[in-house]
């Protein structure tokens, strides 16, 4: 959404939800404050994600764009904006510059916080560590093998020269798997996958915020 498109939308005072990375900081406070001036309130929310799983879903969107169009978009390191997302998150909190802010988890809500009527926080705040605690969360032992039957998946169905990126990705998500879940598992998903693959549902990008 340009500038010209917010202009726009704030002379015709229309409701907007504007999604995007939030990994710069100045440019997060240059859209607010646009909103702030035109009058409007500012709801600020956060995905967060592990990892592992925000590159898994990069080369899940990938191939379901291949099969569906023959092409695909890639992002080659989502990984690469986080430090900004947490700095963005930082500055909403320090500067109270949203109305509210919240922080989902691909399940539900994990944090929310808004300011009273004095313009302070209502609670401590704390978005940037309700990112991250998400990000570095234990795995329960179904999503750990959601994940490896995922990864099995997509295997077998993208090209063979995914597969050093898929190992990578499934070994950096080991950290946070359920003990009672084993390589072991992973290797018979792998053989599940073969014969019958299940397609990967729910995948989504990794930090996103609204407006």
């Known amino acids: 959404m340009g500038a010209d498109a917010i202009r726009d939308a704030i002379s015709r005072r229309l409701n907007v939800v504007f999604d995007t990375a939030s990994d710069d900081p100045a440019r997060v406070r240059a859209i607010i404050g646009q909103f702030r001036q035109g009058g409007y309130g ?6 967060s994600t592990a990892s592992a799983l925000s590159r898994l879903s990069v080369l899940a969107r990938y191939q379901a764009e ?14 690469r904006s986080h430090p900004g997302v947490l700095a963005t998150a930082a500055m909403l909190d320090e500067h109270r510059l949203a ?3 919240t922080v989902y988890s691909r399940s539900g809500q ?7 009527p ?26 750990s093998e959601n994940f ?7 295997s077998q169905r993208m090209e063979k020269r995914w597969r050093p990126m898929i190992a990578d ?7 946070l798997m359920h003990p009672s879940v084993t390589p072991r598992q992973e290797a018979q998903a792998t053989e599940t996958a073969r014969r ?15 407006f």
């Open 118 to 143: 004095d313009g302070r926080w209502g609670r401590p705040p704390g978005t940037a560590a309700a990112i991250e605690a998400e990000r570095g969360r234990s795995w329960t032992r179904a999503e």
């Open 196 to 210: 019958v693959f299940r397609p990967l549902r729910g995948l989504v990008t990794a930090v996103h915020c609204g």
């Open 99 to 101: 109305d509210t802010v």
């Open 42 to 47: 500012v709801d600020m929310a956060f995905v």
């Open 148 to 154: 490896y039957r995922a990864a099995a998946g997509l």
């Open 66 to 79: 291949r099969d569906a169009t023959g092409g695909g978009r890639y992002v080659d390191n989502p990984d």
């Open 110 to 116: 994990l944090y929310r916080n808004e300011l009273g």
């Open 169 to 175: 990705i499934t070994r950096a998500a080991e950290p």
